[in-house]
């Protein structure tokens, strides 16, 4: 008797450690739901799936277990985009697809669900619609196998942050609605800063000569007629020489034809005398305007203060000194600048425009012309398009002129000019500021309750202020349009995942 009753407590004891065993090594069960099953029984099974880690399967995907029913749901997106599959076991053998169904209803913030259908491919069940980014939704899953009903469901969060209006108004966001814009069709072309050259001087001298002063270096602010450096010329000396001479034979000439004209008329000197006087007169005459008419054309004053040989060579406009080409002793000849001055009040903003663009330009377009790296910008319009192409680069000049009374575009400067070809309406639109970069997205973070969560969008044409929305976000729908970064901040801490 004792025997038997020692070994019905080994049974006992053996059928107890069996069963702890197998209940170790089974997947975490969602509570069984019928078709027509207890809402809130199901509501709260998707949370306590979503607060815990959720059971895995052989193919890594979130295990769901009813009886000898176990179902794993997964989002492949290896090459391909993401899309449910869904794998089925019973009893540890895996199901044919053909032999189950799955429906997917998704639940995301601020959009309708969305019910997801799927066939049978290999040896799983293949979801008909993409699964967009983010993968933050509610996913409720109804399966059917040998004429039965299962429900199971859980959530996961992506992208998503949790911020009330006390928050929103310390971080000085901005709320704004995703609608119809206006956005201006804009080409973008590399430039560069150029001097103004219609207000560029290049000073030379009109004789040979050397130079025995120079008064004024590069970057000195000149007025018009300073005195820039003073040149001795030999050459200047017998022009003013013959110039000096001719007058004095003028002089001479005028006083003789005078006494003859007077000796004429009394009767005392012969008509022959006195016409050859008025001859000489005016071949003196003649040669003193040569000489004049000589030095007038050099630009020099006709008589010296000084020295007869030495001129001075005199800004010929106001402007900045950008090249001196001179130093005392050295020669100067009319072939060569010495000094270049530029008004440097006004510079020129060019770009090249290639032959297939040419058709969008035109006089008069607005143009904002921006330096990347300086923190410039300024707008203006196109005040002139080159009428021949390039040779080389088959491409068409095209210049803006830009006040800059502090000098601040300094020539050589790369810049970037943004000529407003046309302009045009667009469904969507969203503010340029609210745009930030969240892994590999551009999103903005649309606002849906409490929480603001992540829209990766599509994009568009932008003009610099408005973006157009090609995908991603639906007119009427809000979003954070200023000091977005704030949330982007807050989901970096939160350490949002990507659970698949």
Do not use: C
Not at 395 to 413: I, K, Y
């Amino acid at each position: 008797m004792k025997l038997k009753q020692s070994l019905l407590i080994l049974v006992v004891v053996i059928l107890g450690l069996i069963a702890g065993a197998f209940i170790l090594h089974v997947p975490e069960r969602a509570t069984p739901t019928e078709e027509h099953g207890d809402a809130e029984h199901k509501e709260s099974s998707a949370r306590d799936d979503h607060d815990a880690a959720p059971a895995r399967g052989p193919h890594g995907g979130r295990a769901f277990v009813e009886g000898d029913f176990v179902l794993e749901s997964t989002i492949y997106e290896a090459g391909i985009p993401p899309e449910f599959r869904f794998y089925a076991t019973s009893a540890g053998q895996p199901l044919p697809p053909s032999e189950f169904t799955v429906e997917v209803t998704l639940k995301r913030l601020g959009q309708s669900p969305q019910i997801i259908s799927f066939e049978a491919a290999e040896d799983y069940r293949r979801g008909l619609a993409e699964i967009v980014e983010p993968h933050s939704f509610e996913v409720a899953i109804r399966a059917t196998w040998r004429g039965k009903s299962y429900a199971f469901g859980y959530a996961q969060e992506e992208g998503r942050v949790r911020m009330g209006q006390e928050e929103i108004q310390r971080a000085s966001i901005e709320l704004l609605t995703a609608g119809p814009r206006r956005i201006a069709d804009t080409l973008h072309l590399p430039g560069e800063i150029h001097l103004n050259r219609d207000r560029l001087v290049h000073v030379v001298s009109p004789l040979d000569g050397i130079a025995v002063s120079v008064l004024a270096n590069a970057g000195d602010r000149v007025r018009r007629d300073q005195i820039l450096a003073i040149v001795s010329s030999q050459s200047l000396a017998l022009l003013r020489n013959r110039y000096t001479a001719a007058e004095a034979r003028l002089a001479l000439a005028r006083q003789v034809a005078k006494r003859e004209a007077d000796l004429w008329h009394e009767g005392i000197s012969p008509e022959q005398d006195y016409q050859k006087a008025a001859h000489d007169l005016r071949a003196a005459e003649i040669e003193t305007s040569s000489a004049r008419q000589q030095l007038a054309a050099l630009g020099l004053p006709i008589q010296s203060t000084g020295n007869p040989a030495q001129f001075a060579l005199r800004a010929l406009s106001d402007g900045t000194v950008i090249a001196k080409h001179l130093a005392v002793g050295e020669g100067v000849t009319p072939q060569s600048p010495v000094f270049s001055l530029a008004d440097l009040s006004t510079v020129w903003a060019e770009a090249k425009v290639g032959a297939r663009d040419i058709g969008r330009v035109a006089a008069d377009q607005v143009t904002r012309v921006h330096a990347p790296n300086q923190d410039l910008a300024a707008e203006g319009k196109l005040s002139y398009i080159s009428a021949l192409l390039g040779e080389a680069d088959r491409a068409v000049t095209v210049r803006v002129v830009l006040a800059d009374p502090e000098q601040r575009w300094r020539p050589g400067l790369p810049v970037t000019l943004e000529i407003e070809t046309g302009a045009r309406e667009v469904p969507v639109a969203v503010a340029h500021s609210g745009l930030q970069t969240l892994r590999d997205w551009q999103v903005v973070f649309g606002r849906y309750g409490e929480y603001f969560e992540a829209r990766p969008l599509t994009l568009g044409a932008s003009d610099g202020t408005w973006v157009e929305v090609l995908a991603g976000l639906q007119a009427g729908e809000q979003y954070a349009g200023t000091n977005s970064y704030v949330i982007k901040a807050d989901i970096g801490k939160a350490g949002a995942s990507h659970d698949h």
